[in-house]
């Protein structure tokens, strides 16, 4: 009878803190989910809430200041008729014209550089060499002779909100322009972006800051009270700001602390509806820190520190009982159900993981694509079309070996990922699995109503960098492949000899 106590003490026991230690970690992983999708949520709120907003402050200025740029129009006017009377600009008082109209005037010669103006901190600006980008659109406007007037702007050397308007003289030998400070403004003081920014960052924890940077990588920001540019931040900043800027689609980096607070730097591209000159495009910089995120698992972490020893005992021998009751739906979730190679998701993990462990080995990714798989779906049946997956499958299985493993992406798209290996190495392994293919498709037992059609265009990369991840890879390595389908189909290229050629293009 004791010792069946002990036992039912034991088992009792047992269950209880079984319980509590699966029940502690479940809550965990509920808790991390649901920040991590209230995360994703809020971040989606608020960037459709500044571009919106943004929108509707460049539409109001649009609509609303038409008034100043008529005004401005119209002085710009005057100076261009004062000019064809008395050309000799040494001789004009610019102060008295300022004083006439209350707008600072600027006077550019051919060179894009400030000779005059009543804004002294202005004087002796050279545009052609400060900004490249803003010169080349003097120089349009300059030989259109037309009247341009631009939306929200930054002054080039103090970062305050200006808005400026131009115009050539007849003779293009001058181009006048006016600006004037938005800050007194009505319609700006109204519609302001910043008053935005700060109620969402007032309202949204994690959200630290929000800025805009105009195309030229200046700050829309008076408060600071001086000129700061993206030059003045990390060269990862850099990049990702002039990678949006150029592709137009948002971009992030993230910075990870000891702490385990994660910054993340999102760039968000941004185009007005109308063109308003340099002030058109503009990128707005977010930045987030998961400070909500570390309130909350602090708050678990004491509870789950002391139950994480039960809490490993439990995962064990539920891993074994899982594993026995859903091996068939693990299969799946790895294998491709047809080819039985890796699926999309296993080749992430498992690439990912060989990127963050790899110390000396060097892991190349081919990816390979059958040309014109659709015609054989559409002659002889998908069954037929499954065979030629699965034998494809085969072939790439029995030349990768060891040496790495085979992914199949959907439709025909599969990948081969090499855990350690060089240029040679991939060009050999290419140029068999081409052979293999062409011996399906010439050779003499080739089954040509099927293979006939088919080809394999291929384009690999080599990860050499300590530092790159799988996007990066499989970008460089979709380059290459497509350089192939470029050039032809039915063959392989490297992603190196790719690059060379488009920078010998480029020289």
Not at 14 to 39: G, H, M, P, T, Y
Not at 72 to 85: C, D
Not at 435 to 451: F, P, S
Not at 465 to 470: A, H, I
Request: proline fraction near 1%.
């Amino acid at each position: 009878m004791k010792n069946l106590r002990i036992k039912l003490l034991i088992s009792l026991i047992a269950f209880a803190l079984i319980l509590v230690a699966v029940v502690s970690n479940v809550n965990r992983q509920i808790l991390v989910a649901d920040i991590k999708k209230q995360e994703a949520l809020n971040r989606t709120l608020i960037e459709n809430h500044i571009l919106t907003d943004m929108q509707a402050v460049d539409n109001a200025h649009f609509y609303f200041d038409k008034s100043i740029s008529e005004q401005m129009e119209q002085e710009l006017r005057k100076l261009v008729t004062y000019y064809g009377k008395n050309p000799d600009i040494a001789t004009w008082d610019l102060q008295k014209i300022k004083d006439g109209h209350g707008m600072d005037v600027y006077i550019l010669d051919q060179s894009n550089t400030v000779i005059y103006s009543t804004f002294e901190k202005d004087k002796g600006l050279n545009f052609s060499s400060c900004c490249k980008r803003f010169s080349a659109l003097l120089d349009e406007r300059r030989t259109s002779g037309e009247f341009y007037t631009d939306g929200i702007d930054i002054s080039t050397t103090t970062g305050k909100y200006r808005k400026f308007s131009y115009l050539a003289t007849p003779d293009k030998k001058y181009i006048f322009e006016l600006g004037i400070d938005l800050l007194e403004d009505p319609v700006f003081q109204t519609f302001n972006f910043g008053k935005t920014a700060k109620y969402l960052i007032d309202k949204y924890t994690d959200l630290i800051d929000v800025q805009t940077i105009s195309a030229g990588g200046v700050f829309f920001d008076d408060s600071k009270g001086s000129r700061n540019t993206i030059k003045d931040q990390s060269e990862v900043f850099q990049k990702n700001f002039e990678l949006a800027r150029k592709t137009m689609k948002p971009t992030d980096f993230n910075k990870k602390f000891k702490n385990d607070s994660i910054e993340t730097y999102r760039f968000l591209p941004y185009e007005a509806e109308t063109v308003r000159g340099e002030a058109t495009k503009r990128i707005v910089y977010v930045k987030y820190r998961n400070i909500t995120e570390i309130e909350a698992l602090t708050k678990n972490t004491q509870q789950f520190w002391k139950l994480l020893g039960i809490a490993l005992v439990t995962s064990f021998v539920m891993l074994i009982v899982i594993n026995k009751i859903l091996s068939n739906t693990i299969h799946l979730a790895t294998y491709d159900p047809l080819t039985n190679v890796y699926n999309r998701a296993t080749y992430i993990r498992k690439m990912e993981n060989l990127l963050k462990k790899r110390k000396a080995n060097q892991p190349g990714l081919l990816l390979i694509d059958l040309d014109n798989f659709k015609q054989v779906n559409d002659q002889f049946g998908h069954v037929e079309g499954d065979k030629i997956l699965i034998e494809t499958a085969r072939i790439l299985k029995q030349e990768v070996k060891k040496s790495g493993f085979v992914v199949r992406f959907g439709g025909d798209e599969f990948a081969i990922v090499l855990y350690d290996t060089n240029e040679e190495y991939m060009q050999q392994l290419a140029n068999s699995i081409l052979e293999k293919i062409r011996y399906l498709k010439y050779g003499d037992n080739a089954i040509n109503d099927k293979w006939s059609v088919l080809s394999v265009s291929m384009g690999g990369a080599i990860c050499t960098k300590t530092d790159e991840l799988e996007k990066s890879l499989f970008e460089r390595a979709d380059t290459a492949l497509y350089q192939s389908k470029n050039a032809g189909k039915d063959q392989y290229s490297s992603y190196d000899e790719v690059a060379t050629e488009v920078e010998s293009y480029t020289e």
